[in-house]
């Protein structure tokens, strides 16, 4: 097989590159070692930035967006059970967030794809990309037992942490940089009504819980628990009255209880891989960073890098210019430092540290309560959480 364009995984951000390529009439297959069901069922953000709400649109991929997704012009923080809210639309010019689960977008994106011809290949076992320091690199992978091959010019790989794209690159050229959080979020998904109509994060004694949802029905709540923790320890029962009571009273009684449905703990942790781009392969979204789920960077840092790259391969193969190449690491990683920036403070406001002191604590209050009285610190929150523009 021959294309111009391999992408290694079929998650947000394989998928929407190869929408974006496809719109812009440059070939491209991914690859993916899972099916379909597999990756569209992972259970994983729900938050959009406006940057992503806008790449759908552009995509034309907005309708049941806009038919079924909840905007929301703002955000709660919590501290011991007092609530504040943080006006984003009206601190940054109107911009909003998107309430739409990752499952939603890619069903989305994988619906379009077999009406518009985004080729992807399912089930691909052992895939490895070759040559990516010369000017012909490959790909292979086996398919239901036969060895394949495709040839391309350049590689994209989206394939996540656990991927084999970033451990392509050499280890003398790679740098990693890497916070371990030592506490983990335990979460559950039920078919019942949220306690608010916008996001409250809360800063309690026992530890952090954010109160979310994925539709008008379906609400996403979470708790900080240990690493060491186990699902079958918390029965529905213990984690709703956990919930209620790192929430507030006020908060708490808002709560409507069900049975869950979905329950898994995550432990939390921030990574960011340079460069990512050597040779021909480029690195985009998980496969080159993770962020901590507190700031709801994931899904919509993986939205900017293909942004990023796909503008970059299409100044290559239409204005025969690699000046997007040549910046698109440098220029994916400014933003994405941003991100892990935001991230990284966020969670270290809401959460409580097991190694951490009074004084510690002290400056939590502090900074909380400055964030409530202080519209200029309010702003710079607004603004990291609807997203930063591209440059």
């Known amino acids: 097989m021959r294309t111009q364009v391999a992408i290694i995984g079929a998650g947000p951000a394989g998928l929407f590159l190869g929408h974006l390529l496809k719109r812009a009439g440059i070939d491209a297959v991914i690859l993916e070692r899972r099916d379909r069901a597999y990756v569209e069922g992972r259970v994983r953000a729900g938050v959009l930035e406006q940057i992503t709400v806008d790449l759908m649109e552009r995509l034309d991929l907005g309708q049941r967006m806009r038919r079924e997704g909840l905007v929301h012009g703002g955000t709660n923080l919590a501290s011991d059970g007092d609530v504040f809210r943080i006006d984003m639309a009206e601190l940054t010019g109107g911009s909003t967030v998107m309430v739409y689960g990752q499952q939603e977008v890619m069903k989305d994106l994988f619906d379009a794809a ?19 320091d010369s000017d012909r690199p490959v790909v292979t992978w086996r398919e239901n037992g036969v060895e394949k091959r495709l040839d391309c010019d350049f590689i994209a790989g989206c394939d996540g942490y656990h991927g084999v794209s970033r451990a392509a690159i050499p280890a003398d050229v790679l740098k990693t940089f890497e916070r371990v959080y030592p506490f983990g979020w335990l979460g559950i998904l039920a078919e019942v009504p949220p306690c608010d109509h916008e996001l409250i994060y809360s800063n309690h004694e026992r530890g952090f819980a954010l ?11 979470y708790i900080q628990c240990a690493l060491d923790e186990k699902i079958e320890d918390w029965s529905d029962e213990r984690f709703w009255d956990e919930l209620c009571l790192r929430l507030g009273p006020e908060v708490g009684a808002k709560v409507t209880r069900g049975p869950s449905f979905e329950k898994s703990i995550a432990p939390l942790r921030s990574f960011v891989t340079e460069p990512m781009r050597y040779g021909r392969l480029f690195l985009a979204g998980d496969a080159a960073h993770i962020v901590p789920p507190t700031g709801a960077k994931g899904l919509n ?18 204005d025969g210019s690699d000046t997007g190449i040549d910046h698109y690491s440098a220029r994916a990683l400014a933003r994405v430092w941003k991100a892990e920036r935001f991230s990284w403070w966020f969670t270290s406001l809401t959460h409580r540290f097991p190694d951490r002191d009074g004084f510690d604590r002290k400056m939590q209050v502090a900074e909380l309560a400055y964030i409530k009285g202080s519209r200029a610190a309010q702003v710079t929150l607004a603004e990291n959480y609807v997203g930063l523009p591209l440059v």
């Open 211 to 221: 109160a979310s949802m994925r539709s008008a029905t379906r609400s996403r709540y």
């Open 301 to 318: 840092l993986a939205a900017s890098d293909v942004v990023m790259l796909s503008e970059a391969l299409v100044e290559h193969f239409k």
């Open 114 to 132: 077999e009406t518009r011809g985004v080729q992807i290949v399912f089930d691909a076992e052992d895939v490895h990309p070759q040559g990516i």
